[in-house]
């Protein structure tokens, strides 16, 4: 009997010992939560402090009327901007308006003669024959070849102005076929490539499938015609233009664009001439 109740009293005393660990366990628990929320809460509160402190009546009108200067500014940075791009657009359109106002008609272009309010007078898609004369209603053959689209509405104004009351002519170009410039050398495609505008030696040894791996990109030469008749050569350094270190060049009809070849197909004609060599000296043998 006495050893069952020793027993039941060893349990209870566990159990007890067990319910009092807990309990203790619990409570160290509940402070150590209770110290990390009032250091948050303290860390909050000393932010806050701080926002209160850094924005205070003075300082947010200041910082509003720095708001203000600085919206200023952007206004005035954007105006900026758009007086860099008038820049640069009256920089780059020079090329492409004056290719169209300085273009003198030759055989095979194609121009249209519009005639406002007078829609029967008007002629579109003319091709331009080798000879250069076109012939219109009314007012018989005008010449074009050699002259510039102004100075053929001029001509065609005045003359249709004796059948017509103040005529307004516009001569457009449709397609230009007469331009052409001429690329020889180690490219994909060597000859002759019209241009239908303004156009770049990047742009036209794309065209002709581009330098080779035998082609020296560092002396391209581009031949244009003097009014002596000689051609004068005008070098341009294409591995510089790829890199953005130089500018392209712009070219003239009638140019010759030429791509000398480079060290590599030096040697390869070498070693073609010395393999050709042993074979014929094989042969002779």
Do not use: C
Request: glycine share 8%.
């Amino acid at each position: 009997m006495r050893p069952l109740r020793f027993q039941h009293l060893l349990v209870a005393t566990l159990f007890a010992s067990l319910v009092v660990s807990v309990q203790a366990l619990a409570q160290s628990e509940e402070k150590a939560s209770g110290a990390t929320g009032r250091a948050e809460k303290a860390q909050e509160t000393k932010k806050q402090k701080g926002r209160d402190e850094r924005f205070s009546p003075d300082e947010t009108a200041g910082s509003d009327e720095a708001r203000g200067a600085k919206t200023l500014s952007d206004a005035e940075r954007q105006a900026l901007r758009r007086g860099q791009q008038s820049e640069a657009e009256a920089a780059v359109l020079p090329y492409v308006n004056n290719f169209f106002e300085t273009f003198r008609f030759g055989p095979e272009d194609v121009l249209s003669v519009i005639v406002f309010e007078k829609e029967k007078y008007s002629m579109s898609n003319l091709i331009v024959p080798p000879h250069g004369v076109i012939n219109y209603p009314l007012i018989g053959q005008v010449k074009v070849v050699g002259r510039t689209s102004g100075e053929v509405e001029h001509e065609i104004t005045e003359k249709l102005s004796e059948y017509i009351i103040e005529p307004k002519v516009t001569v457009q170009l449709v397609q230009a076929h007469s331009l052409k410039v001429m690329v020889i050398g180690d490219v994909g495609t060597p000859g002759i490539y019209e241009m239908t505008r303004r156009m770049t030696v990047t742009e036209v040894l794309a065209r002709a499938g581009y330098i080779t791996k035998y082609g020296d990109k560092s002396h391209v030469h581009v031949l244009r015609m003097q009014e002596s008749g000689q051609p004068r050569p005008m070098s341009i350094n294409m591995k510089d233009v790829e890199r953005g270190k130089s500018q392209d060049m712009f070219l003239a009809p009638g140019d010759t664009v030429v791509v000398p070849g480079n060290k590599l197909k030096t040697i390869t004609e070498v070693m073609g001439i010395v393999s050709l060599g042993a074979w014929m000296r094989t042969i002779a043998r």
